[in-house]
T-cell receptor
Framework: DGGITQSPKYLFRKEGQNVTLSCEQN?????MYWYRQDPGQGLRLIYY?????DFQKGDIAEGYSVSREKKESFPLTVTSAQKNPTAFYLC?????WGSGELFFGEGSRLTVL | DAKTTQPPSMDCAEGRAANLPCNHS???????VYWYRQIHSQGPQYIIH???NNETNEMASLIITEDRKSSTLILPHATLRDTAVYYCIVYNTNAGKSTFGDGTTLTVKP
C-alpha cells in the first residue's frame, strides 16, 4: 500500500545531541512537509519542499535542517540549537505543489532528557 | 493566510449528527476550505474540502455559506470512533501551505 513511513516512532535523546527523523513516501508525490505539534496545540510548519533538490523554511525553522536529495525521502534533523525539541513531529506530502490534500505519516515522538 | 476560528470542544451523542462550525471571515476568493481530523497521537487524516459549493463524500458533508465566511462540517451519524480533533484550514494554492489552528475536540458519547 502507498503511504508515508516515519521512523523511529519514539526517540529519546540527551540534551545537546543532534537527531535525524526519517520520512519516506512511495506515493510519487512532489511536495513534502514537516510539522511540529506540541501537546494540546495544532501543527506548525517547520520546512517544506516543493520538489526534489529544493526546500524552504516554514514558520518555525530555527534549530532544524532538512535535505531533499531523493523524491521519496525528506529527513529532518533536530539540531542542538533547537531550544525545546521535545515534541511530536509529523511528515506529510501532497501530489504536487499547490495541491491542498495532505497525506500524513504516523508521526515521531521525540523526547529530550 | 486566512485565519480560522473553531470552538475548542464539542460533545455529540452517538448516532446523532455532529455539526462542527468554522469561521473564516477573511477568506479570499481563490482559497479553499479543507477539513482534517486527528485521532490521538496519529497523523491527521483528510476529510473533505470545498471552494464555494457544498460537498459530500463517504465521510462527511461540508456546508459553506454563500458569503464564504464560515462553514460547517457535518458527520451525519457520529460513532465513538469519530472522537478526534477536527481542524478547519483555509488553503491558498499559490502559497501552497496549510496553516493549522488548535481545532475542535469532538467527543462522541454513548
Amino acid at each position: 500500500d502507498g503511504g508515508i513511513t516515519q521512523s523511529p516512532k519514539y526517540l529519546f535523546r540527551k540534551e545537546g545531541q543532534n537527531v535525524t527523523l526519517s520520512c519516506e513516501q512511495n506515493l510519487n508525490h512532489d511536495a513534502m512537509y514537516w510539522y511540529r505539534q506540541d501537546p494540546g496545540q495544532g501543527l506548525r510548519l517547520i520546512y517544506y519542499s516543493q520538489i526534489v533538490n529544493d526546500f524552504q523554511k516554514g514558520d518555525i525553522a530555527e534549530g532544524y535542517s532538512v535535505s531533499r536529495e531523493k523524491k521519496e525521502s525528506f529527513p529532518l534533523t533536530v539540531t542542538s540549537a533547537q531550544k525545546n525539541p521535545t515534541a511530536f513531529y509529523l511528515c506529510a506530502s501532497t501530489q504536487r505543489w499547490g495541491s491542498g490534500e495532505l497525506f500524513f505519516g504516523e508521526g515521531s515522538r521525540l523526547t529530550v532528557l | 493566510d486566512a485565519k480560522t476560528t473553531q470552538p475548542p470542544s464539542m460533545d455529540c451523542a452517538e448516532g446523532r449528527a455532529a455539526n462542527l462550525p468554522c469561521n473564516h471571515s477573511t477568506i479570499s476568493g481563490n482559497e479553499y476550505v479543507y477539513w482534517y481530523r486527528q485521532i490521538h497521537s496519529q497523523g491527521p487524516q483528510y476529510i473533505i474540502h470545498g471552494l464555494k459549493n457544498n460537498e459530500t463524500n463517504e465521510m462527511a458533508s461540508l456546508i459553506i455559506t454563500e458569503d464564504r465566511k464560515s462553514s460547517t462540517l457535518i458527520l451525519p451519524h457520529a460513532t465513538l470512533r469519530d472522537t478526534a480533533v477536527y481542524y478547519c484550514i483555509v488553503y491558498n494554492t499559490n502559497a501552497g501551505k496549510s496553516t493549522f489552528g488548535d481545532g475542535t475536540t469532538l467527543t462522541v458519547k454513548p
